[in-house]
């Protein structure tokens, strides 16, 4: 499921309709002997809602805790302030950070450890599925999560550098186990008269803007862009041997021109 999910052209909301009939397609091609209808609000289906939810909330998470680990091996520069000068020019979505060339963009150690840990890790093992063309969704249908992990860096570095919150919070709340809990502040909603953490989630009324904009971006590279950014992720994670860190429209659109 999350491999077809990852195909779609917004990974913040898929139809109920469209989502239906996929989740009844790759039901039926897991469990061929089970007569089951999959319908709205049924149990399957909620399941399903639920997975893609903690799915598209993990990227938010990580990229926090890779951003952090950056930071954190340039413990001699202020968080803020390098996280700043990682926002200007989108700095951190590019290969070389000091010539940001157009052909680099998405392909910072950043996006490809993200991609990595968030998306590539999880479909690891998926089901062939040959009415979703799964095969083919591997490498070719990621636009769109490397499109989302480089809105949730942007939403990190962005909550970073403006304050909202502190590596230091994040140091001190690492357990003996390596754990980190990433805690996002708290306002004060005067409708409700509770304290809520919304102006601060990864969620698409905040960023939908930014990640269509760099979904406009991406549509300009060449016809093997996704697929290369893709394969180097993918050479990346099976590289990598450091243990992951636990986690408990507008044609002017700045971000269309990368």
Not at 1 to 22: F, K, N, R, V, Y
Not at 152 to 168: H, N, P
Not at 191 to 204: I, L, N
Not at 208 to 228: L, Q, R, W
């Amino acid at each position: 499921m999350i491999l077809w999910a990852g195909s779609q052209e917004s990974l913040w909301s898929i139809p109920d309709a469209t989502l239906l009939t996929h989740v009844q397609i790759i039901f039926q091609a897991i469990y061929p002997d089970v007569n089951l209808t999959i319908v709205l609000n049924g149990a399957v289906f909620s399941l399903t809602i639920q997975h893609l939810s903690e799915w598209r909330s993990n990227f938010g998470s990580t990229a926090i805790v890779i951003i952090y680990d950056f930071l954190m091996s340039n413990s001699n520069c202020d968080p803020e302030v390098l996280a700043g000068l990682l926002l200007k020019n989108y700095t951190f979505i590019f290969k070389d950070m000091d010539k940001r060339d157009p052909d680099g963009a998405f392909h910072s150690v950043f996006i490809l450890q993200l991609l990595g840990k968030a998306h590539l890790n999880v479909i690891n093992g998926h089901a062939n599925i040959p009415a979703l063309k799964t095969k083919d969704l591997t490498s070719k249908g990621m636009a769109s999560v490397i499109v989302f992990c480089a809105t949730a860096l942007e939403r990190t570095v962005t909550l970073i550098s403006e304050g909202d919150i502190k590596v230091e919070d994040i140091l001190a709340s690492a357990t003996s186990r390596g754990k980190v809990i990433i805690k996002l502040p708290k306002v004060l909603n005067k409708t409700t008269g509770k304290e809520t953490s919304a102006p601060y989630m990864f969620s698409c009324d905040l960023w939908g803007k930014a990640d269509a904009g760099y979904m406009k971006s991406i549509k300009k590279k060449s016809k093997n862009f996704v697929e290369t950014i893709v394969e180097m992720a993918r050479s990346a994670l099976n590289k990598s041997t450091t243990a992951d860190a636990a986690i408990l429209h507008s044609s002017d659109d700045d971000h269309a021109f990368l």
